[in-house]
């Protein structure tokens, strides 16, 4: 059955609200996948021939990982290519050439819709500019990031992607830094062919991780009129799960007609000198979470790192409680 286009979907029913999956990365980690390079999930595609065995071990747990997310309810289903631009494969890998890059891609992303199947919805997932410098949890982009050519960093990926028919969407992913933001959502059609969201990586007191408040970031929507018409939307994620209910919910105050996408962290504490990660301190409640979110004008719902499967399980559970009940309150919709 093919899917009807996600626009469409989302706009056909001001109720409906898509789980997206989890911590891919995490769920590899877990199950013996080495991600430790730096070109993060995606090293078990570079090597073409290996990854053309039927028998591979690697091919079969990535399998694995995207249906257990699919299982567990999630919709929609990012590619593995966060730390997939040309610039960090084609300094970090033995692939040096846009064929080669492209051979690539096609390979990740054919990979993942021939494991979820047709009726899910794709998401080509495109890093920070700062992902290949290690900046997008600092928005530290060096001194003039005003001066960065950030569409000649995502051109190649983006071109690859916008041609791609097994994507539904594109999105940008952990964007930590404001001139970044204001030079996505200065491109038209013509570069971003596809629907595409924002997601913005946020500090625990409420900002970019430059600093920009979201005051500031709703703005820069604000300025950037008119929108590229294939924009979906803002989003947060890969940031606190404690803080992010409130952080949306002042974006969603300064811009209430955009839908949200948030995909939080698992509620677990990173100690960066331990490098490791710690329990919450909190128990994790997704339901109320969820329905804040939801409140706030979220319409993808999913999880960033250390996020698993039962995670998605809790909010594929929350979104179907809350969705419906939000449903009573839009002026001539009723609930199945």
Not at 172 to 197: C, G, M, Q
Not at 246 to 274: C, F, Q, R, W
Not at 293 to 305: D, E, F, K, L, T
């Amino acid at each position: 059955m093919p899917r009807i286009p996600i626009r469409q979907y989302l706009e056909e029913d001001p109720t409906r609200v898509l789980v997206m999956d989890g911590g891919q990365g995490t769920e590899l980690e877990n199950r013996g996948i080495v991600v430790a390079s730096p070109v993060w999930s995606a090293a078990p595609f570079l090597d073409a021939a290996a990854w053309q065995q039927p028998d591979s071990r690697e091919r079969a747990i990535v399998a694995s990982v995207l249906r257990d997310f699919v299982a567990a309810g999630a919709e929609v289903i990012m590619t593995i290519t966060y730390q997939a631009s040309f610039t960090s494969v084609t300094t970090n890998t033995g692939i040096t050439t846009l064929q080669d890059y492209n051979a690539l891609l096609d390979r990740i992303v054919g990979f993942c819709r021939e494991t979820v199947g047709d009726d899910k919805y794709l998401v080509g997932s495109i890093g920070a500019w700062g992902a290949h410098v290690c900046a997008e949890f600092t928005g530290d982009y060096g001194p003039r990031p005003d001066h960065i050519d950030y569409l000649a960093y995502f051109k190649p990926q983006l071109d690859n992607f916008n041609a791609q028919p097994a994507l539904d969407l594109i999105g940008f992913e952990t964007i930590p830094n404001a001139h970044e933001l204001r030079a996505i959502l200065s491109w038209d059609e013509s570069v971003i062919a596809k629907p595409f969201y924002v997601a913005l990586s946020v500090h625990d007191a409420g900002t970019l991780r430059d600093g920009t408040p979201m005051a500031d970031v709703a703005a820069i929507v604000a300025a950037a009129a008119p929108l590229n018409p294939n924009f979906l939307g803002l989003g947060i994620n890969c940031s606190s799960l404690s803080r992010t209910p409130a952080i949306l919910a002042e974006l969603h105050a300064l811009l209430p007609a955009l839908p949200m996408t948030i995909y939080p962290n698992s509620g677990e504490i990173y100690d960066p000198v331990k490098k490791v990660w710690n329990a919450s301190p909190h128990v994790v409640d997704w339901g109320a979470v969820v329905a804040s979110y939801i409140r706030s004008g979220a319409r993808i719902i999913g999880g960033c790192c250390r996020t698993i499967p039962n995670d998605i399980r809790q909010i594929a559970d929350a979104v179907r409680t809350h969705a419906r009940a939000s449903s009573t309150d839009v002026p001539g919709h009723a609930s199945p």
